[in-house]
């Protein structure tokens, strides 16, 4: 039912009105009739109809400046005029201001009754329209986080203009601010073994989903999203690159931490490239995920940067087919089995298809390609591999037989995975040499801690962790300790210096953990030790 408020100065007219139209019947109910255009608007303000029916020559307030107040102050109601021929003028000019219709005194009950039944289908038709609006931004907002979840999917694996994404950006209220960019790819290390039911599995999935929505949700600028592949995918953004890299790797290490605390589950977090600009968000995220693929060198429950494995990044230039892929990663992870298993799988593929010498060839010649590719990359020498003064590409002509081909590449694989593997020990035991250094020069900094030491040598925490306990046989506090322990007996020994004095150049403010670290090391305390070597060199 819709309502409707009469105002005519004339108390016959609108006594009239409202008892000769069948207001129900129209689907109408008259709630008020008001003698001028001041007591209209106070009804108005209190009953808000949805039509005003009112004369234009009223006193106070006429017709048309009721209507200019109604149109400013409530656009979606509807006025309708009465008027006479004599206020023709007048009606004009209230078309001007949108009014919706007018109708000339005097008025007859079928007149308004068809303009009544004229604006009913019109307030029917605004009312579905409405109701159609809300249904859709019911929908909308019922489908927002997945239709945000699938933007920014798009925005992590596909080419999309700056400007777009800038919009959708907005438009879906992440904020998301550079100019520099980092992604990072979590994702749960075989869950098969470690959860239960298929719900379980899920569940375990959503939490892992949870524990970094909490970490992430403390970064001013971030995108949080789940990918196809089932992983948790985060986007952070910053306005200093070296800055976003070190955030990166401790939020990593506080996701990888707490699902062991938490869930019992580990998950392994890959980290791209710090990169500049939207467009070059794609290229980071995929680093991401690459960087996943090297469990199989670190194991499960690591933290892993693609800068730390591969000492340059690979060309995005082509892809290789589907058995250069798998002889490539081969090659980087430093798997022999799986170099030998594609290539004879390329080998296979090329007799069971009776291809002709030349396609072989050609074939053939595209994996090499694909192999030097990678050793340029990783920061091999081709010479090391393929031997000195021999080029790869016309070398096999020299064979008659897929087996022979396959023989020579084997061999030159497997040689590629040695090389590649000494390469990245040369370039680890170099950083941690550094390292070493770095430690012997701040050992007196009481503050030094394992994470200023990868900052320095740019390494993750994880990997630097296990490379220089392989290296040195110690846990870097042992390390360090030893090195602090070491400097401790040459100054008790040659120095006058006092016990706290010594703790101090030692890296230790307080004196006395000084003291029983000494003892626990040396088996004696600083001052037993410094009168034993005095009576020594006496």
Known sequence: MYTILLVDDEAVVREGIRERIPWGELGFECVADCENGVQALEEIERLRPHIVLTDINMPFMDGLALSRQVMNQYPDMKVVILTGYDDFEYAQQALKLKVKDFILKPVTAAELSAMLHKLRLELDEEKQEREDLARLQSQLHESMPLLKERFLERMSTMALSEK??????????????????????????????????????????????????????????????????????????????????????????????????????????????????????????????????????????????????????????????????????????????????????????????????????????????????????????????????????TEIYRFRTMEEIGAWLKTACRQAVLSVTATRSDQCRSQIEEAISYLENNYEDEDLSVKAVCKHVLMSVSYFSAAFKAQTGKTFIEYLTAIRMDKARELLKFTSLRTYEIAARTGYSDAQYFSVLFKKHTGESPTDYRHRTAAEQA
């Not at 592949?229 to 707490?258: D, F, N, P, T, Y």
């Not at 794609?282 to 469990?295: G, M, N, P, Q, W």
């Open 164 to 393: 777009e994404m800038a919009l959708r950006l907005r438009y879906f209220q992440i904020r998301l601010t550079g100019p520099h960019y980092i992604g990072l790819a979590i994702d749960t290390d075989r869950l098969d073994e470690q959860g239960g039911a298929d719900t379980d599995k899920e569940l375990l999935r959503f939490a892992v989903y949870n524990i970094a929505q909490e970490f992430v949700s403390e970064e001013p600028n971030y995108a949080l999203f789940r990918s196809r592949e089932e992983r948790v995918m985060v986007i952070l953004g910053g306005e200093r690159e070296e800055l976003l890299q070190e955030k990166a790797q401790e939020l990593a290490e506080r996701i990888r931490q707490s699902a062991v605390q938490f869930l019992k589950l580990t998950v392994s977090v890959g980290i791209g490239t710090t990169v500049e600009g939207y467009a070059r968000i794609r290229t980071s995220c995929k680093e991401a995920v690459a960087a996943l693929d090297y469990r199989l060198i670190l194991g499960d429950n690591s933290v892993i940067t693609l800068s730390d494995m591969e000492k340059r990044r690979s060309s995005p230039a082509g892809h290789p087919p589907e058995f250069d892929r798998e002889l490539i990663a081969g090659i980087k992870t430093g798997t022999t089995e799986e170099v030998e298993r594609a290539i004879e799988a390329l080998i296979s593929h090329n007799k069971a298809e009776l291809t002709s010498i030349d396609q072989c060839y050609l074939r053939i010649q595209k994996t090499i390609l694909a192999v030097m590719q990678t050793l340029g990359d990783i920061g091999c020498k081709e010479a090391d591999v393929f031997g000195t003064g021999v080029n790869p590409m």
